[in-house]
T-cell receptor, first 118, second 114 residues
Framework: DTGVSQNPRHKITKRGQNVTFRCDPI?????LYWYRQTLGQGPEFLTY????????KSRLLSDRFSAERPKGSFSTLEIQRTEQGDSAMYLC????????????????FGEGSRLTVL | SQKIEQNSEALNIQEGKTATLTCNYT??????LQWYRQDPGRGPVFLLL?????KEKRKERLKVTFDTTLKQSLFHITASQPADSATYLC?????????????FGQGTTLQVKP
């Protein structure tokens, strides 16, 4: 078990381009979360999955953002038509549940994917 | 509106002293509160979780208190070391129903000087 893995670690793109980030959670974790973090701020919740089902999306997640977790394992976060305001660190986290649905609480974060939109 | 506040100013202390960080919240009734450590350019790392029915929790040199009446948590690092220098984030469960979704404060940066 190597922890939560995110790729790429850094992405520089031009405004208007599409970008995709990938997250591989800890293998036995059925919950997967995406957060966004800007400089000097704490992580902001974007969305989360239980297995392959996307259960909640933040109002921060505009129509240009889409996340998938097709087989309940890895997840992708795509940003279409990037804007300079999308520049941030995108963090993925995973967690276990017990009795199927009860959250254990702590999140295990990856190292993040830093996006710079020029 | 719901809000979580941590001291935005950096905390500078001398090695060996106790660091105390504060987390205040409003308009929440969290089932638990957590503290994370984040180093520059890295993801947050879980440190401690304290439940609403617990007043205090300890782990090695770390101690967390949780006062649901004051809506405040205090995070203490005793015998601080330069290696403790980092940003510390508090987080609350953001909704009922065991989503596991966390709402984070903005973090407080701790600098421990040798």
């Amino acid at each position: 078990d190597t922890g939560v893995s995110q790729n790429p670690r850094h992405k520089i793109t031009k405004r208007g381009q599409n970008v995709t980030f990938r997250c591989d959670p800890i293998s036995e974790h059925n919950r997967l979360y995406w957060y966004r973090q800007t400089l000097g701020q704490g992580p902001e919740f974007l969305t989360y999955f239980q297995n392959e089902a996307q259960l909640e999306k933040s109002r921060l997640l505009s129509d240009r953002f889409s996340a998938e977790r097709p087989k309940g394992s890895f997840s992708t976060l795509e940003i279409q038509r990037t804007e300079q305001g999308d520049s941030a660190m995108y963090l993925c986290a995973s967690s276990r549940t017990y009795f199927g649905t009860r959250a254990t609480g702590e999140l295990f974060f990856g190292e993040g994917s830093r996006l710079t939109v020029l | 509106s719901q809000k979580i506040e941590q001291n935005s100013e950096a905390l500078n202390i001398q090695e060996g002293k106790t660091a105390t960080l504060t987390c205040n919240y409003t308009n929440y009734s969290p089932a638990y509160l957590q503290w994370y450590r984040q180093d520059p350019g890295r993801g947050p790392v879980f440190l401690l979780l304290i439940r609403e029915n617990e007043k205090e929790k300890r782990k090695e040199r770390l101690k967390v208190t949780f006062d649901t009446t004051l809506k405040q948590s205090l995070f203490h690092i005793t015998a601080s070391q330069p290696a403790d220098s980092a940003t510390y984030l508090c987080a609350l469960d953001g909704a009922s129903g065991n989503t596991g979704k966390l709402i984070f404060g903005q973090g407080t940066t701790l600098q421990v000087k040798p």
